[in-house]
């Protein structure tokens, strides 16, 4: 495969060129690697948890999954979807995802996923992990809402994971 030689071609941006002058063929300087883990653990059950966490007129609320003593957990996404009543409308609210070792409660990765509004009321967040994380016992996948206010109304919220699980 003959390649441009131009400064924006595909060698440029591998960056690629070396002692004043690119490769004439592609495959004389890379080698392409393909990531075939996805096929392989694609024969083992998905698995979706979801959990109902009521804003019960307060400012902060979470949610936890554990994975369990002698599992491995492939973290593939995790989201949220709720309803506010519609006094409720001018509040702020970020979902948070973070993931919790077992050892110290301290230490967490959060991970702000990207925010969306549905509708007037609609409110959630949702993210895909690529590539998947995994987790193994004990480890927790915590969510977390905060908001600007309290809620006036009670609102529901549907909090959920989509996963592998492996036994160790």
């Known amino acids: 495969m003959q390649l441009q ?8 941006w591998f960056a690629l060129k070396v002692t004043g ?15 075939v883990g996805d096929n392989y653990l694609a024969t083992s059950e998905l698995q ?11 400012v902060n609320t979470g949610a936890t999954f554990v994975v369990p003593n002698g599992k491995v957990w492939r973290l593939i996404a995790a989201g949220s979807f709720g309803t506010n009543n519609a006094a409720d409308n001018a509040l ?11 050892l110290s409660t301290v230490f967490s990765v959060p991970i702000v996923l990207g925010p969306y509004q549905t509708g007037a009321n609609g409110r959630g967040c949702a993210g895909t992990f690529r590539p998947p994380i995994f987790l193994p016992s004990g480890w927790t996948v915590s969510w977390s809402r905060n908001q600007s ?6 609102a529901n919220v549907q909090v959920g994971i989509v996963y592998q699980e492996f036994d160790l």
Do not use: C, M, Y
């Open 149 to 154: 206010a309290a809620v006036t109304v009670t």
């Open 48 to 58: 979706i948890q979801r959990q109902a966490v009521a804003l019960l007129l307060a």
């Open 21 to 35: 002058r690119n490769p004439p063929v592609f495959s004389d300087s890379v080698v392409p690697v393909v990531e």
């Open 92 to 102: 702020v609210s970020v979902d948070q995802i973070a993931l919790l070792s077992p």
């Open 5 to 12: 030689k131009g400064p924006l071609g595909i060698l440029g």
